[in-house]
């Protein structure tokens, strides 16, 4: 059974060159041979490679346009390269959703991804807002594989002093989720194959408190008749930066234990010493934690699978 780490990230030199010139001075190139060594290292066979945050739109849709195929047609050139070894996840001019549709055929139908990467919110718009339905609407059509990563809250750090994605990145997506549950997203597009990234965040935690709407407001809970649990059951959730006990335990009481899927989010982990790559999974045992680490990722990436 292969070793899939489905939450890795590669940052395409020319990608870096494009970013607005703050970003491009704290963001350096993440090259696809640095990936691979640490996949030698641990034994990965095969990852999911996405862009990650910071995203592409800057404030300028032309410039999103751009940025967007830059990393589709790199990432497109390292599946080519080696297609049994990596999946690739396209990046989406968003927020114009007419040059997504475009950009999404061009990197479903020509480049062959594998699938898109979105992240929480772009200019402050949250995945469910009514304006991205068209997309949603295509993404369900094809049922296409979206990974959800956070990217920066839209309204600043309340404690700048800590590094942002220490706590504020699961709070997006636990934002995210909530958003596109309330929004009738998850209602109406059935066929999305969602995966969130870190466990989806504090959802899991939060899980009952977010369900508890329908007895407090119902009201604003029409948009998802099937409720809060019965939502979140249905999606994918990657252990990346959560490979853990706690974490993994919560959210296999909202999801199927066959929905949670290994992911390292590469390069960000801290590496261990040993020959392990995450030894907090142990406590699930030798064949529950290679089905997590392998099999679970069949119905994202099927033809990493042969």
Known sequence: MPRIDTHAHVLPAPYIAG??????????PIPVEELDAMMRRYEIDAAVISNGPPGVFFGDQGQAVELARIVNEELAAIVRAAPQRFAALASLPLPGVDAALAELRH?????????????????????????????MAELDRRGTYVFVH??????????????IWLYEFPFETTRAMANLIYSGTFARHPNIRWQFAHLGGATPFLAHRLASLADREPAQTTAAPDGVLAYLARQYYDTGL???????????????FE???????????????????????DFLGAEP???????????LVPRLFG
């Not at 990197?107 to 339905?133: H, N, R, S």
């Not at 934690?289 to 069949?298: D, M, Q, S, T, V």
């Open 19 to 28: 970013l607005p010139p703050q970003l491009a001075a704290t963001h350096k």
């Open 107 to 135: 990197a479903l139908d020509v480049l062959q991804l594998d699938g898109v990467m979105l992240v929480t919110q772009i200019a402050g718009a949250y995945l469910g807002d009514p304006m991205f339905e068209p997309l």
């Open 150 to 163: 956070p990217t920066f809250p839209p309204n600043g750090q309340p404690l700048a002093q800590h590094p």
């Open 242 to 256: 959560s490979n853990h006990q706690v974490a993994i335990e919560a959210t296999a009481e909202i999801a199927a």
């Open 259 to 281: 929905q949670i899927v290994f992911g390292s989010d590469w390069p960000y982990l801290a590496l261990p010493d040993g020959p392990d790559v995450a030894p907090g999974l």
């Open 289 to 299: 934690r290679a089905r997590l680490e392998g099999e679970h990722a069949r119905a």
